[in-house]
């Protein structure tokens, strides 16, 4: 069984990576008219420029699930958990989502991808989402959690638990 879970960005999303994009762009200009071409400008661009393909390539596409791993699938990474590592998921409620910070990663600029810290419950959290809706936490045996948005959040969560439940039986 192969299920294809495609990521969508919604409309608060967009907001947010306009205005980064605008942001930069204004900078940009701005640096290069005030310093009319020195190697301050340049330089600077040069870093935002490469800032921006960094992150992204790291914009989450897609999550692929099999009946052997769970695939998160990114513009150039794919971050593969096999079935047997995760523990469980659940739905997150929004209230979760309100004491998060970003350490390293994007905030908005196509998705929220990257290591966030939890003010709640003092850990960090990978997360690749496109919106702040819909999210699943995926829990691994190693005890590191996993933010995935999915149009289909309790499809996703059913087939997980289902595959973490059938596993738990052929142990014992």
């Not at 008219?33 to 020195?38: D, I, T």
Request: proline share 2%; aromatic share 14%.
């Amino acid at each position: 069984m192969i299920r294809t879970y495609k990521y969508r960005i919604d409309r608060r999303t967009l907001y947010w990576t306009a205005l980064y994009v605008l942001v930069y762009i204004g900078l940009g200009w701005g640096l290069y008219w005030l310093y009319e071409g020195e190697y301050l400008s340049a330089w600077f661009i040069s870093c935002i420029g490469a800032l921006l393909i960094l992150m992204a390539l790291s914009i989450p596409r897609r999550l692929v699930l099999t009946d052997e791993k769970l695939e998160i699938r990114c513009l150039l990474d794919i971050t593969e958990l096999r079935r047997d590592e995760i523990a469980g998921a659940r739905l997150v409620q929004p209230d979760e989502m309100k004491l998060l910070v970003p350490i390293f990663g994007g905030c908005g600029f196509f998705g929220y991808y990257g290591h966030f810290f939890d003010l709640r419950h003092f850990d960090r959290i990978l997360i690749y989402a496109s919106e702040w809706r819909n999210l699943v936490e995926v829990m691994t045996v190693y005890e590191d959690r996993i933010w995935v948005s999915c149009q289909q959040a309790g499809e996703l969560v059913d087939l997980l638990n289902a595959g973490a439940a059938g596993e738990e039986e052929e142990e014992s």
